[in-house]
């Protein structure tokens, strides 16, 4: 599982081809526990004791050296997958016989309040849908490339 959660930063630049759902919730799942781990450790290291507590605070208090380190931490991962997120999509959608185009329309359209709620349901039912049998027009099926027809 932890080839599958690495294999987006080993394509970070690459828009072609087709990924499959494993890769896609792998890396998912790896920005996700990333994101859960610093950010737990960002307030657990910075928060003053007296936001947890809910007394009246007057002031605004300081926050710790450790939230400073771990938000910073937070901000450069966030950076350092913004590309090979947006490539894995790109790629996954593409295993689905879509144009990579359709991810910047849900960008567009989740602006939208209600359909915005509407469009992301149905995008993340696209990810959980299994990619199309065998090539398409993206490459070959990731799940078994030696179906391709290399006579053809």
Known sequence: MIEWMILPFKRYFDFKGRSRRMEYWSFALLNIIVYI??????????????????AEMTEMPELGFGFYIFAGLLGLWG???????????????????????????L??????????????????????????????????DPKDPSSAEVFS
């Open 37 to 54: 781990v610093l950010g737990g450790l960002a307030v657990a290291t910075g928060a003053p004791l007296g936001a947890f507590t809910g």
């Open 79 to 105: 950076l350092a997958v913004i590309i090979p997120a947006i490539a894995v999509v790109v790629r996954r959608l593409h295993d689905r016989d879509m144009s990579g185009w359709w991810y910047l329309g």
């Open 107 to 140: 960008i567009l359209v989740s602006w939208i309040p209600i359909v915005g709620l509407v469009a992301v349901i149905a995008f993340l039912v696209l990810m959980f849908l299994p990619g199309t049998v065998g090539p398409n027009r993206f490459g070959p």
